[in-house]
């Protein structure tokens, strides 16, 4: 270690054991109208500080889409021909509109996205100058940003946009980056996994539809299962990482392509996207430490204890607001119900269901014990046999997108402000326990 890591590992280790100390000497004490001291070392959690016209998370019930529900939203989105699951097409309309849209609207987006879906050949040049060995998360945000060559937000404002227009061009952004990312995406995966095969896009199917066929999957159930993955994977209202870091970035009034970017290398952190190939990782490890085949719960039991004891987290359990089951990961288990109900990787993580959430409730500390939304989906992409699981992140960072940019097309219309909350010292909080600072209210 060189002399001034060292300097910074003795200085990190003295301030971590003062923060300790401060929080539970101090953690209820309030900083701010409302804001305790915890809260400003526990990653702002429960303060209410954005505003998300997209959806809202109840922490108990899960995510509601413009007043919607997962289940509501299978039952009232428009569906493809002969489909049961609703098209993000709809999903996009909803949290856009802020009503649900008809059939006519939806197959208004299906055939705009398609018109706009052409990618310019410098963007696959970009991805194509990386290694074949980097992750898909990061050719994924490669390319995004070689695609803001084509922002219409930027080129205005270069040439004197008008604040009242913001929003247009944000707009356009907005639905050209939607239409151009499964191109992006499917690019990607077919040059990492598929030798450079590319498959040329279907016009004649909806948007996720055409997203699985390039991909290279013509399986019916797996252009369903790209349906609902799209659906329930595009907002979980505005503070997590991917959503808050697009909104962030965009309120420097950055144009969509640099707010995505941003929010997609977020996405990219095993705490939040990245988790959703860290539990397929982790079943596969496991079922190969085990010798194959199905694991007893006893087996299981003993590597989720394995797990922990080695200082790492159980993948795709526990969230910072969720306190139940995410209804998200309810509607993967209902999915596969009905469709691959004898799977037997399927049937592993139905069996981590039933054996992790005692053991992390035991712990004491950990706040939700139950599944989220990535501890399903590896499951059923791999029975369709898409099993690059470094490519999940990927699949969540394009449904994602919808939901991020509906949001920053409301930031651009109501002109919400440039984010700049304020930060002090650990040294300006010891000061104002010891009353020599006042409050930052007063
Ligand atoms: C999602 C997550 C980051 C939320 O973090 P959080 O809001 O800080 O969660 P909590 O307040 O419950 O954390 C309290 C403690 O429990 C631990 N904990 C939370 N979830 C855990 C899990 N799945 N496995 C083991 N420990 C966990 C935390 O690491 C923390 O430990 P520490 O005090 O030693 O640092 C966390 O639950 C996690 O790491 N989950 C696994 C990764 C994952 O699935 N991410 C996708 C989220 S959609």
Known sequence: MGYIKEKFKVKADEL????????????????????????????????????TETSLLDANEGIRFRGYSIPELREHLPK???????????LFYLMLIGEL???????????????RSHVPNHVFDAIEALPITAHPMTMFTVGIMAL????????????????????SETYEDTMNLIARLPRIAAYIYRRKYKGGQHIQPNGMLDWAGNFAHMLGYS????????????????????????AHTTHLVGSALSDA??????????????????????????????????????????QIETYVRKTLSEGKVVPGYGHAVLRK???????????????????????IVWMVYETVPPILKDLGKVKNPWPNVDAHSGALLVHYGLVEYEFYTVL???SRALGVLASLCWDRALGLSLERPKSVTTEWMKEFVEGKVDAIAD
């Not at 849209?101 to 018109?115: C, F, H, I, K, N």
Request: hydrophobic share 35%.
């Open 101 to 115: 849209p008809t059939e006519a609207d939806v197959q208004y987006l299906s055939s705009m996205w398609g018109r």
């Open 325 to 347: 089951t995410d209804p998200r990961f309810s509607a993967q288990m209902e999915f596969a119900k009905k469709h691959l109900p004898n799977d037997e990787l399927v049937k």
């Open 80 to 90: 493809a021909p002969n489909g049961a699951e609703p098209l993000p097409e709809g």
């Open 148 to 167: 803001q060559t084509e922002s219409s937000f930027a080129h205005a404002y270069s040439e004197g946009l008008n604040k009242k227009d913001y929003w």
């Open 219 to 242: 399986d019916e159930g797996f252009r369903e299962l790209m349906r609902l993955y799209m659906v329930i994977h595009a907002d979980h209202e505005g503070g997590n990482v991917s």
């Open 257 to 298: 392509y640099l707010s995505l970017a941003a929010g997609m290398n977020g996405l990219a952190g095993p705490l939040h996207g990245l988790a959703n190939q860290e539990v397929i990782k982790w079943i596969l490890q496991m079922r190969e430490e085990l010798g194959g085949g199905m694991p007893t719960k006893e």
């Open 396 to 398: 969540f960072g394009v």
């Open 16 to 51: 971590n054991v003062e923060v300790k100390e401060l929080v539970k000497n101090y953690g209820t004490k309030k900083i701010d109208e409302g804001v305790t001291i915890a809260q400003v070392y526990q990653g702002m959690r429960g303060i209410t500080g954005l505003v």
